[in-house]
C-alpha cells in the first residue's frame, strides 16, 4: 500500500499545481461537476439528510422545508445557478416531490443528491458525496482539500448502516457509477457494492470503492486507484475474486499493474499483489 499511497500523493499534489494555475486565470469562474448532473423529468433521490428546499435557487433564499436521505423527488428543471462548497460544485435543481398526501415543489441544490442508488432484498442503497474535509499531506508539508463519498444503506425509513471513505476532486468528479454484483462467495456476505468516480480523461485518476454487504452491516476494502496517459503510462489496480472460478475460498486479491515507455519507446511493465483472508466479519492480509 506504500507504493499508492504515494503515487495518490504525487497526483493530489499535481492536481493541486493544475488547478492552482487554472484557478488563478479564471478566478470568478464556478464549474459543476459532472457527477452531480441529473436530467430533468427524471427520478432521483436525496443523500443527505435534512437537505433544505428553497423558494429560488439561492443559498441565501427562504428554507421552505427539508427532506430526509432516500426520499424521491422528480427533477423538474436543471437552473443555471451553480454553488461550490468545499470541492463540490452543483446546480440548483427545480424539484417536486410527495410527503403524505401533499405534493410539493422548491429547489435543491445538486449536491445533496445520491450521484447513484439501487435497491435490491429489500433495502435501498445509497451512494453521494457528503462533505470536503481539510487534509494533511505530511509528506509535502501541505493541507489539501478532500471529497468524502459515503454509501448509505437504508430498510424502509430507517437507516441501517453507513460507510465513508476517499473520493476524487476537481477533474475527477466527471462521471460515477454505482453497480451490485454478488457476494463472490465469500461467507456472510449477502452481496457487493461497487462505487465508482471518473475523469474519463488521459492522466486523470478514476476510484474504485468496494463495499461488501454482510448481516446488515458495510464493510468498505481498500480503494483501487487507476490512472493513465495513453500509451505512455498506466498505473492499474484491480480486485481478483478467486473463489468465483473454485480457487482459494474466502479471500480476494489485490492485483497492481504499472507500465511506463522509457525514451526507446520500450514498455516497462511491473506487477504485484498482495492476498485478503476474509473470515465472515472482517478482512486481514494473509
Given at each position: 500500500?506504500?507504493?499508492?499511497?504515494?503515487?495518490?500523493?504525487?497526483?493530489?499534489?499535481?492536481?493541486?499545481?493544475?488547478?492552482?494555475?487554472?484557478?488563478?486565470?479564471?478566478?470568478?469562474?464556478?464549474?459543476?461537476?459532472?457527477?452531480f448532473s441529473f436530467e430533468e423529468n427524471k427520478i432521483q433521490k436525496i443523500f443527505t439528510d435534512w437537505t433544505r428546499v428553497r423558494k429560488e435557487p439561492d443559498v441565501k433564499a427562504q428554507i421552505t422545508d427539508s427532506l430526509l436521505a432516500n426520499q424521491q423527488v422528480m427533477i423538474l428543471k436543471k437552473e443555471d445557478a451553480i454553488l461550490k462548497l468545499g470541492e463540490r460544485g452543483a446546480n440548483w435543481y427545480k424539484v417536486s416531490y410527495q410527503k403524505g398526501d401533499a405534493v410539493s415543489e422548491g429547489y435543491i441544490w445538486g449536491g445533496n443528491l445520491c450521484v447513484g442508488y439501487r435497491n435490491k432484498n429489500g433495502y435501498d442503497f445509497l451512494f453521494g458525496l457528503s462533505k470536503t474535509v481539510d487534509r494533511k499531506n505530511k509528506e509535502y508539508n501541505e493541507t489539501i482539500k478532500q471529497n468524502i463519498a459515503g454509501i448509505k444503506v437504508i430498510e424502509g425509513t430507517n437507516l441501517?448502516?453507513?460507510?465513508?471513505?476517499?473520493?476524487?476532486?476537481?477533474?475527477?468528479?466527471?462521471?460515477?457509477?454505482?453497480t451490485i454484483e454478488s457476494s463472490h462467495k465469500l461467507q456472510n456476505v449477502e452481496l457487493t457494492l461497487k462505487a465508482l468516480v471518473s475523469g474519463e480523461a488521459c492522466g486523470i485518476a478514476s476510484y474504485n470503492q468496494y463495499v461488501l454487504f454482510r448481516d446488515k452491516k458495510l464493510v468498505a476494502l481498500p480503494q483501487l486507484m487507476n490512472v493513465g496517459?495513453?500509451?505512455v503510462y498506466y498505473h492499474s489496480e484491480e480486485y481478483i475474486f478467486p473463489n468465483d472460478k473454485g480457487g482459494i475460498p474466502d479471500a480476494f486479491i489485490f492485483k497492481i499493474e504499472e507500465m511506463e515507455r522509457d525514451d526507446k519507446d520500450r514498455e516497462k511493465k511491473k506487477r504485484s499483489s498482495k492476498t485478503y483472508l476474509w473470515n465472515g466479519n472482517s478482512y486481514k492480509l494473509k
Open positions: 500500500m506504500k507504493q499508492n499511497n504515494m503515487m495518490k500523493s504525487l497526483l493530489t499534489v499535481l492536481c493541486l499545481l493544475f488547478l492552482q494555475l487554472f484557478s488563478a486565470q479564471e478566478e470568478n469562474v464556478t464549474y459543476a461537476d459532472g457527477i441501517i448502516d453507513e460507510v465513508y471513505f476517499d473520493t476524487g476532486r476537481g477533474e475527477e468528479l466527471s462521471y460515477a457509477s454505482f496517459d495513453a500509451d
